[in-house]
């Protein structure tokens, strides 16, 4: 060390002063767009990275993350009380529509069957091309064919292949409900009970719900090029984190 580096420490009036240097974050020019996004919808940070990557951020996916993580503990959430189900107790049902982008630059439309188990949350997907109740109910044997055996209850919405109609003013689960004749026929013949989960309550069946927002966001994109009709048939299958993957 200099003597002169010495001597102004002997001689200073306490411990040195630095001056900090404020650091800006790189992400910080893309924090309304994040937040902007995250408005629309509840994505990952997994898709929000690349979402910013398409508008040229470069830096690493932890930054990403870590501010994600923080708007999203900011926004206001309704708080529910967790429902959970024993092993082979309940499965829950949706169907999603997806976009598909034909090698002739035709866009078509396919449909997502997903059956999710409520214990595992172990998924089994199925893309069909009408939703014809044929088809809906071939999605059901492919699953518990996948599955290898049957839920003892499946928690669908008021699809018009399972719900014809709510009868007004009853709000119980097991009653106020017309099945579809040929549907609640089948759930007889495989031995499980259907239930309706009530209007405009998109959070009782949130286990199937994140896997299509999941398939929607990382399998499938905006859209799928050149995948012929031989191609989107079957998906099946989840891997060890219970993530959806094709088959």
């Not at 092993?87 to 999710?116: I, L």
């Not at 088809?135 to 518990?144: I, P």
Request: aromatic share 14%; glycine share 10%; charged share 25%.
């Amino acid at each position: 060390m200099h003597r002169a580096t010495v001597k102004k420490c002997l001689t200073q009036d306490g411990l040195p002063v630095y001056r900090k240097v404020a650091r800006i974050s790189a992400l910080e020019p893309y924090y309304g767009l994040i937040d902007g996004w995250l408005e629309q919808q509840e994505y990952r940070a997994t898709k929000i990275h690349e979402l910013l990557r398409q508008e040229g951020y470069s830096q690493s996916y932890d930054v990403v993350r870590r501010y994600v993580k923080r708007a999203k503990a900011g926004r206001s959430r309704r708080a529910y009380l967790r429902f959970e189900t024993l092993p082979g107790q309940q499965a829950q049902v949706d169907f999603g529509d997806f976009q598909v982008v034909e090698a002739d630059g035709r866009t078509s439309t396919v449909y997502g069957f997903v059956m999710v188990l409520g214990y595992s949350r172990y998924p089994y997907v199925e893309f069909v091309e009408r939703c014809t109740m044929t088809g809906f109910l071939r999605c059901h044997q492919n699953a518990f064919g996948f599955f290898g055996g049957v839920p003892g209850e499946i928690l669908y919405d008021n699809m018009k292949n399972v719900v014809i109609r709510r009868l007004a003013g009853a709000g119980s689960r097991d009653v106020a409900v017309v099945w579809n004749p040929t549907f609640a026929a089948f759930c007889g013949h495989y031995g499980y009970k259907p239930v309706a989960a009530p209007p405009y309550a998109p959070w009782v069946k949130g286990k199937v719900e994140r896997p299509i927002d999941y398939i929607r966001e990382r399998f499938w994109g905006v859209s799928v090029s050149g995948r012929s009709r031989r191609q989107r048939g079957r998906v099946g299958v989840a891997g060890d984190d219970g993530r959806p993957a094709g088959a």
